[in-house]
């Protein structure tokens, strides 16, 4: 897009391109999402930026109205596979909080330079920028729906001080954490009694565009395995329900299914959101949660490309017609979706049984944790399972959200007995790779880039197995 298609997008409030860049008002200080309801400022007054580390670089603060900071994340993330691609889905998943510049080029095989001048030719902001605008939205969300003190959530949000984090949020919301939290509903009480033990943190995890949350339940109660997975409730106001091992801790996460979004008056899906509550044990692990979640119901595509191309091919166009905005899931935790695309359900109960480690709280059917690569490889070392977690174990193959996709095929298929088409379940959800197919299954190249969306459209209709 150029600048001008950008500016056309910000005066229609074109919601289909939130979080996918930003746009910031030189005589206000303030940066906004496409579909901010605030009146269309001039065009010579509007600069455009592609993330809102970007836009806070450059001075600018978030707006009240639209909270930019809350906005999808951009769909490029999920497809790319290059440096930027990866980089940006590891710092989602908090990987330069927990390891530092550092560390993130390490996994990325690079330079911290190159990395540096990678992200900022690219994104107008470097992995600390980056990280820090991050940073900062989870400090709201905490501040304004948890009745955590301030000192706790500064270092619950990754900030080194409470005197960087008290810096960072009068720099992003020109307000002080105290003002935040007074700004929230009612003074922020019915937030924070939301927040109590039995509710955990609500939090609204959006998405643009349609969204068929109907197929992404259906999969999850089909393939749930129990003690770390439940869907309760009736089709279409159902909740899924499981538990996470994090980098600091444990959580149990409760997402409910939203029936599909209406369309607006002029014809288009406005997006929305679905609502979620974390129970956490430690909150400095709130931002890699909500990456989790976001891959696993697959909340930053942009359904409007996918539908876009599939709609026009003959077969797949009554299908897309009839299912907008379906999604092609991803995983909450890439080493058990592995494993668990080896052995199937049942098996995988068998695991959580025998080697799961057991919550300290159970919480209804809720009771464990899927048990780590390293303790199945020593519990039952032999045949393809042994091998698979053991190359997990060790990092010979890696799977998490920076992993290179065609580096982790090849290393699945040289493990012994490992199929092409488990590695292929593996690719499209473990490594959330959006144009995937089955070995087996002849596929047209008309619907690159989104295979793996094409294949979830004939699943959901019954077309294949």
């Known amino acids: 897009m150029d600048e001008d298609t950008r500016y056309e997008a910000v005066r229609s409030r074109d919601a289909r391109f939130d979080g996918e860049f930003f746009f910031a008002v030189r005589t206000t200080g303030i940066y906004c999402r496409p579909s901010c309801p605030a009146v269309t400022p001039r065009r010579h007054n509007v600069r455009f930026f592609p993330t809102a580390a970007a836009a806070q670089g450059s001075g600018f603060r978030a707006c009240r109205r639209c909270r930019p900071d809350a906005a999808p994340g951009s769909a490029d993330w999920n497809v790319r596979a290059d440096v930027v691609g990866r980089a940006m889905r590891l710092i989602g998943d908090g990987v330069v909080d927990r390891e530092g510049v550092a560390g993130l080029a390490?996994?990325?095989?690079?330079?911290?330079?190159?990395?540096?001048?990678?992200?900022?030719?690219?994104?107008g902001a470097g992995p600390v920028a980056l990280a820090r605008a991050q940073r900062a939205h989870t400090a709201r969300v905490l501040v304004q729906t948890t009745d955590l003190p301030i000192t706790e959530i500064a270092?619950?949000?990754?900030?080194?001080?409470?005197?960087?984090?008290?810096?960072?949020?009068?720099?992003?919301?020109?307000?002080?954490?105290?003002?935040?939290?007074?700004?929230?509903?009612?003074?922020?009480?019915?937030?924070?009694?939301?927040?109590?033990?039995?509710?955990?943190?609500?939090?609204?995890?959006?998405?643009?565009?349609?969204y068929r949350s109907v197929a992404v339940f259906d999969?999850?109660?089909?393939?749930?395995?129990?003690?770390?997975?439940?869907?309760?409730?009736?089709?279409?106001?159902?909740?899924?329900?499981?538990?996470?091992?994090?980098?600091?801790?444990?959580?149990?996460?409760?997402?409910?299914?939203?029936?599909g979004t209406a369309k607006s008056a002029s014809g288009a899906h406005p997006g929305g959101w679905l609502d979620a509550r974390l129970h956490l044990t430690d909150p400095r692990d709130l931002t890699?949660?909500?990456?989790?979640?976001?891959?696993?119901?697959?909340?930053?595509?942009?359904?409007?490309?996918?539908?876009?191309?599939?709609?026009?091919?003959?077969?797949?166009?009554?299908?897309?017609?009839?299912?907008?905005?379906?999604?092609?899931?991803?995983?909450?935790?890439?080493?058990?979706?592995a494993v668990r695309a080896l052995v199937g359900t049942a098996e995988a109960e068998r695991l959580v049984r025998r080697y799961g480690k057991a919550l300290d709280a159970p919480c209804g059917?809720?009771?464990?944790?899927?048990?780590?690569?390293?303790?199945?490889?020593?519990?039952e070392p032999h045949g393809t399972l042994g091998a698979l977690t053991a190359a997990l174990a060790d990092g010979t193959l890696r799977l998490d959200p920076g992993a290179d996709r065609d580096d982790a095929e090849a290393a699945l298929l040289a493990l012994p007995g490992m199929d092409p088409g488990t590695v292929a379940v593996i690719r499209t959800r473990a490594l959330g790779d959006p144009d995937v197919a089955p070995p087996d299954l002849d596929v047209p190249d008309s619907w690159r880039p989104w295979r793996s969306y094409a294949l979830q459209h004939l699943r959901t209709a019954g077309e294949l197995d």
């Open 106 to 123: 390490t996994r990325l095989g690079y330079s911290a330079r190159q990395v540096q001048r990678q992200l900022t030719a690219e994104l």
């Open 365 to 379: 059917s809720l009771t464990h944790l899927f048990p780590e690569p390293a303790v199945l490889a020593e519990a």
């Open 219 to 259: 999969l999850l109660a089909d393939q749930a395995v129990p003690g770390v997975e439940e869907v309760s409730g009736e089709r279409g106001r159902r909740t899924y329900r499981r538990t996470l091992r994090l980098p600091h801790g444990t959580g149990i996460v409760a997402v409910d299914e939203r029936p």
């Open 155 to 210: 270092f619950a949000s990754g900030f080194a001080s409470v005197r960087q984090f008290n810096d960072t949020v009068r720099e992003v919301y020109a307000s002080t954490p105290t003002e935040l939290r007074a700004a929230a509903p009612d003074g922020g009480r019915a937030g924070r009694r939301a927040a109590a033990p039995s509710a955990g943190i609500p939090l609204r995890l959006a998405h643009r565009g349609p």
């Open 288 to 337: 890699t949660a909500v990456g989790r979640l976001r891959r696993l119901f697959d909340l930053d595509a942009d359904p409007y490309a996918v539908d876009e191309r599939l709609g026009a091919d003959e077969r797949l166009a009554p299908l897309v017609a009839e299912r907008p905005g379906l999604r092609s899931p991803g995983a909450a935790d890439a080493e058990e979706l």
